[in-house]
């Protein structure tokens, strides 16, 4: 298949992702009225399970097979196969081992039922994982923002019914969302991969340079998860599971508005590891319209006041608006920084990264222990909104490095003169 130009990446994306913020909006408020803010920190603290669960048990292979896909097309039915069975081994190795656990230590205390769905749950999403890391690496991203509307449409069609039936609970979501990503799956295998002989043969060597690869992706990506989760933990200790729904729903428009720099750092990373020469400037140029629709974005949202979260998700969740305006200052630089972000990860996550990760997780944990305790879930926001600033900051400066521009040329202010090819890898 012909990998697609970036301007059709872009529109194709930025489509699914335009549906994809109406149908998550619908979601998000049927999913709060329905659950409330107990049931929505308590779905909230799975969903953190869930999202280390698959960090662990896939060794960061998704990113990797996007990267070794895109920078070497050659064999790339090998690279898919042999990512999806080191996964699948490792995932079952984990399962045994946390079942051992679990059952030696009487630890889980919320039933075997809810734990088999988590459990399918993380295997839906090790498979949709590896299978978008490798679509992204060939460039057809027009395949995966079909098979988000299809999912996404099929989750809010689930979750509308059981809204107006009276059955959301947790378990029914985790159940519905399981749907959903073996929907996004299903539909993406179906229209990329090829399933002749050769694409089924296991590569021991590009196994090796995956999983060099994925461990340092790992590392990244577990840093980034206890950068951005932290704090639900350290909710949970100092507050209530009511305090965490509050601060979860007060992230539901940072959630919605990072989907706009989301779908443009989807496509620069390919782009990055393909080594293409007109990424550089887009980057820049993406970056600051993107900010600037996330301020007015932001604005409105200000405008409209603590009612806009009584009228959407009920008055018990109206206190999210006051933890919002603290999640504002970090929202901004994280739009700002997520493409130049997104372009390291292109580049293989250069060791700056990960130092950069590790300082941003120091001071994200630290201000957390410190604030959380007196200010609760708005000590959270303070938190996450000063380390979002740190960790953006750094990046900017790695990356300016590397392109061996200045700081004003990063940042789109003077005008950029660079010589691609002193960059390349």
Same mark, same amino acid.
């Not at 459990?119 to 839906?124: D, E, G, M, R």
């Not at 909104?385 to 940042?411: D, P």
């Given at each position: 298949?012909?990998?697609?130009?970036?301007?059709?990446?872009?529109?194709?994306?930025?489509?699914?992702?335009?549906?994809?913020?109406?149908?998550?909006?619908?979601?998000?408020?049927?999913?709060?009225?329905?659950?409330?803010?107990?049931?929505?920190? =308590?779905? *909230?603290?799975?969903?953190? *399970?869930?999202?280390?669960?698959?960090?662990?048990?896939?060794?960061?292979?998704?990113?990797?097979?996007?990267?070794?896909?895109?920078?070497?097309? &050659?064999?790339?039915? $090998?690279?898919?196969?042999?990512?999806?069975?080191?996964?699948?081994?490792?995932?079952?190795?984990?399962?045994?081992?946390?079942?051992?656990?679990?059952?030696?230590?009487?630890?889980?205390?919320?039933?075997?039922?809810?734990?088999?769905?988590?459990?399918?749950?993380?295997?839906?999403?090790?498979?949709?994982?590896?299978?978008?890391?490798?679509?992204?690496?060939? $460039?057809?991203?027009?395949?995966?923002?079909?098979? &988000?509307?299809?999912?996404?449409?099929?989750?809010?069609?689930?979750?509308?019914?059981?809204?107006?039936? $009276?059955?959301?609970?947790?378990?029914?979501?985790?159940?519905?969302?399981?749907?959903?990503?073996?929907?996004?799956?299903?539909?993406?295998? $179906?229209?990329?991969?090829?399933?002749?002989?050769?694409?089924?043969?296991?590569?021991?060597?590009?196994?090796?340079?995956?999983? &060099?690869?994925?461990?340092?992706?790992?590392?990244?990506?577990?840093?980034?998860?206890?950068?951005?989760?932290?704090?639900?933990?350290?909710?949970?200790?100092?507050?209530?599971?009511?305090?965490?729904?509050?601060?979860?729903?007060?992230?539901?428009?940072?959630?919605?508005?990072?989907?706009?720099?989301?779908?443009?750092?989807?496509?620069?990373?390919?782009?990055?590891?393909?080594?293409?020469?007109?990424?550089?400037?887009?980057?820049?140029?993406? *970056?600051?319209?993107?900010? *600037?629709?996330?301020?007015?974005?932001?604005?409105?949202?200000?405008?409209?006041?603590?009612?806009?979260?009584?009228?959407?998700?009920?008055?018990?969740?109206?206190?999210?608006? &006051?933890?919002?305006?603290?999640?504002?200052?970090?929202?901004?630089?994280?739009?700002?920084?997520?493409?130049?972000?997104?372009?390291?990860?292109?580049?293989?996550?250069?060791?700056?990264?990960?130092?950069?990760?590790?300082? =941003?997780?120091?001071?994200?944990? =630290?201000?957390?222990?410190?604030?959380?305790?007196?200010?609760?879930?708005?000590? =959270?926001?303070?938190?996450?909104?000063?380390?979002?600033?740190?960790?953006?900051?750094?990046?900017?400066?790695?990356?300016?490095?590397?392109?061996?521009?200045?700081?004003?040329?990063?940042?789109?202010?003077?005008?950029?003169?660079?010589?691609?090819?002193?960059?390349?890898?």
């Amino acid at each position: 298949m012909k990998k697609e130009s970036f301007r059709k990446s872009i529109v194709s994306l930025g489509i699914a992702r335009i549906i994809g913020i109406g149908l998550s909006f619908g979601i998000s408020i049927f999913v709060s009225r329905g659950l409330g803010p107990e049931g929505r920190g =308590a779905l *909230a603290s799975y969903g953190t *399970a869930q999202a280390f669960l698959i960090l662990l048990l896939t060794l960061g292979l998704g990113n990797a097979v996007n990267y070794t896909v895109a920078a070497n097309p &050659d064999g790339k039915e $090998h690279y898919y196969w042999t990512a999806l069975v080191c996964s699948i081994v490792t995932y079952l190795v984990g399962l045994v081992v946390l079942v051992i656990l679990l059952m030696s230590t009487g630890i889980f205390t919320e039933g075997w039922y809810l734990f088999v769905l988590i459990a399918i749950w993380v295997l839906a999403g090790l498979l949709l994982d590896i299978t978008v890391g490798y679509t992204s690496g060939l $460039h057809l991203f027009s395949k995966i923002s079909t098979a &988000d509307v299809v999912s996404n449409s099929a989750l809010f069609c689930m979750i509308t019914a059981g809204y107006l039936l $009276h059955r959301i609970t947790v378990s029914f979501i985790v159940i519905v969302t399981i749907v959903s990503l073996t929907i996004r799956f299903a539909y993406i295998a $179906h229209g990329v991969l090829s399933f002749s002989r050769a694409a089924f043969e296991i590569n021991l060597r590009n196994a090796r340079r995956m999983l &060099d690869i994925g461990i340092r992706n790992i590392s990244i990506n577990l840093l980034g998860q206890v950068f951005s989760r932290a704090d639900v933990f350290i909710v949970l200790a100092f507050a209530t599971k009511a305090e965490l729904g509050l601060y979860v729903n007060a992230q539901i428009p940072f959630n919605l508005i990072m989907m706009f720099p989301g779908l443009i750092g989807q496509v620069i990373a390919t782009r990055t590891a393909s080594n293409d020469k007109d990424t550089l400037p887009r980057i820049i140029k993406m *970056a600051n319209y993107s900010t *600037a629709i996330a301020l007015i974005s932001c604005l409105i949202i200000v405008f409209c006041g603590p009612g806009m979260f009584a009228l959407l998700f009920g008055k018990s969740f109206m206190k999210s608006y &006051d933890i919002f305006l603290y999640i504002i200052p970090g929202l901004l630089f994280m739009v700002f920084g997520s493409g130049y972000g997104n372009a390291l990860a292109g580049k293989g996550y250069p060791s700056g990264y990960l130092v950069a990760s590790i300082v =941003a997780v120091i001071v994200n944990i =630290a201000m957390n222990l410190i604030l959380i305790p007196s200010k609760g879930a708005i000590g =959270a926001a303070i938190a996450s909104s000063a380390t979002y600033a740190v960790l953006v900051v750094m990046l900017l400066y790695i990356f300016k490095n590397i392109y061996k521009i200045t700081l004003l040329q990063t940042i789109g202010i003077s005008p950029l003169v660079i010589d691609i090819k002193r960059t390349m890898p």
